[in-house]
T-cell receptor, first 115, second 107 residues
Framework: GAGVSQSPSNKVTEKGKDVELRCDPI?????LYWYRQSLGQGLEFLIY????????KSGLPSDRFSAERTGGSVSTLTIQRTQQEDSAVYLC?????????????FGEGSRLTVL | QKEVEQNSGPLSVPEGAIASLNCTYS??????FFWYRQYSGKSPELIMF????GDKEDGRFTAQLNKASQYVSLLIRDSQPSDSATYLC???????FGKGTRLHILP
């Protein structure tokens, strides 16, 4: 497909389990972003990848959260030992241009529910 | 001070009127600014971006930037019910978003 693809679209897990969320950006886009959106809230920045540079992890809320981007393309966001407060929609976005100039294209999101 | 601040609303505007959405930011060095629209249950989509002080018009939408006062605005003329959504302001390289303003256009 031509857009940003995220999987799974919905994930229900039990507290304490680990989850992996996947993002497949638009081909050729060098920048990739992860955001979290809780119900009725704004977008919370989590992490930003730009090309081969070290990622900006300043938004990750705790050390239970980590993300990788392999080969400058697909990214995986991992949440270890999930907690109920992790329940949210996790949005991935990619951009063709770095930083200031790039329009973000969003995926449909992965809705995570932690029971 | 939060990096990007918006009034969460809801902002109710009669159909056909002008809707005015405001956003302030803390980083004086920010160079580019974006307005995204998010319909309920959907992902955000870009409406406009602006880099230079002043106004930028695109159809019924006008973005206004004042770097000295550190605010950016979005005006929607001839508001339509289909404009009812949450409008997110975003700034700089990490694309930090405000919490968004919910806009209701009253038919």
């Amino acid at each position: 497909g031509a857009g940003v693809s995220q999987s799974p679209s919905n994930k229900v897990t039990e507290k304490g389990k680990d989850v992996e969320l996947r993002c497949d950006p638009i081909s050729g886009h060098t920048a990739l972003y992860w955001y979290r959106q809780s119900l009725g809230q704004g977008l919370e920045f989590l992490i930003y990848f730009q090309g081969n540079s070290a990622p900006d992890k300043s938004g990750l809320p705790s050390d239970r959260f980590s993300a990788e981007r392999t080969g400058g393309s697909v990214s995986t966001l991992t949440i270890q030992r999930t907690q109920q407060e992790d329940s949210a929609v996790y949005l991935c976005a990619s951009s063709q241009l770095a930083g200031e100039a790039g329009e973000l294209f969003f995926g449909e999101g992965s809705r995570l529910t932690v029971l | 001070q939060k990096e990007v601040e918006q009034n969460s609303g809801p902002l109710s505007v009669p159909e056909g009127a002008i809707a005015s959405l405001n956003c302030t930011y803390s980083d004086r060095g920010s160079q580019s600014f974006f307005w995204y629209r998010q319909y309920s249950g959907k992902s955000p989509e870009l409406i406009m971006f602006i880099y230079s002080n002043g106004d930028k018009e695109d159809g019924r939408f006008t973005a206004q930037l004042n770097k000295a006062s550190q605010y950016v605005s979005l005006l929607i003329r001839d508001s339509q019910p289909s404009d009812s959504a949450t409008y997110l302001c975003a700034v700089k390289d990490k694309i930090i978003f405000g919490k968004g303003t919910r806009l209701h256009i009253l038919p």
